[in-house]
């Protein structure tokens, strides 16, 4: 028997922003449903099941915040991703400890939105829905460990990119970036060997940036243009600081 198609529902008020995802998502084999205002996302939310709901924080009237509160309520088994234009970390920090999944800015790369709304499915299928009985298809004790892990990591992940959209160019140094993601997991109450785990990794990314752009760096000193350049700006502050001494 074929797998059932997942569904999402996106929630903006902005039409464009709901037929960019929707076109993208059915594209990638999704069924999709739309809504402007949150009124209309619980009426969907409430006549049938969704697997994720993309929400955006400012609607009309009823915020996507509000509609993440109902959602723990009443539509549990429905993961909710966040999708704002609203650049603030106590926000997204609001938004993960209410149980979203994701915190995305706007705007935003559909590749990086359909990443998110992949994991998201994926987590679920791991899980068992919340308040029925555990069975026999339900995970064992060694994939719920594994399934912990992935969803701390996907929100500490969430509030560090939250944090580089925030800082700016000079303050969005990598080491500055991670410490503030680790102060703000805390905040959230993610474990202490979850944030150390989700550190060591990031600290290898990061050497492994710095590797590769050292290296880019290296070839294109040893071009001949660079070589040019760097031996004309050799020859002009030669110049300018045996002026110098002579005045």
Same mark, same amino acid.
């Given at each position: ?51 994720v709901a993309l929400l955006d924080i400012r609607l009309p009237g009823m915020s996507g915040m509000e509609v993440l509160a109902e959602m723990r309520s009443n539509h549990t088994n429905t993961a909710a991703i966040m999708i704002t234009g609203v650049n603030n970390i106590d926000t997204a920090v609001e938004a993960m400890k209410s149980g979203a999944s ?41 994939? #719920? /460990? $594994? ?10 992940? +969430?509030?560090?990119? @939250? =944090? ?6 000079? #303050? /969005? $140094? ?10 703000? +997991?805390?905040?959230? @109450? =993610? ?57």
């Amino acid at each position: 028997m074929a797998c059932e198609k997942a569904r999402v529902l996106i929630v903006d008020d902005e039409q464009v922003v709901c037929d960019l995802l929707y076109d993208e998502l059915i594209e990638r084999g999704y069924l999709c449903a739309t809504a402007l205002n949150a009124s209309d996302a619980l009426t969907k939310l409430a006549a049938q099941s969704f697997d994720v709901a993309l929400l955006d924080i400012r609607l009309p009237g009823m915020s996507g915040m509000e509609v993440l509160a109902e959602m723990r309520s009443n539509h549990t088994n429905t993961a909710a991703i966040m999708i704002t234009g609203v650049n603030n970390i106590d926000t997204a920090v609001e938004a993960m400890k209410s149980g979203a999944s994701d915190y995305i800015l706007k705007p935003f790369d559909t590749d990086r939105v359909c990443i998110s709304v992949h994991k998201a499915i994926e987590n679920r299928k791991r899980s068992p829905k919340r308040g029925g009985p555990k069975t026999a298809l339900c995970v064992s004790s060694e994939e #719920d /460990g $594994r399934q912990a892990t992935g969803k701390s990591s996907n929100q500490i992940d +969430a509030i560090s990119r @939250g =944090i580089e959209a925030k800082l700016d160019l000079l #303050d /969005g $140094r990598p080491e500055i970036v991670t410490q503030r993601t680790i102060d703000v +997991a805390r905040q959230l @109450g =993610i474990a202490e060997a979850e944030i150390q785990r989700w550190a060591t990794a990031r600290a290898r990314l990061n050497s492994e940036k710095k590797g590769q752009i050292d290296s880019v760096l290296r070839k294109l000193r040893r071009s001949p243009l660079a070589q040019s350049i760097l031996g004309m700006t050799e020859v002009h502050l030669y110049t300018r600081k045996s002026s110098e001494s002579q005045n």
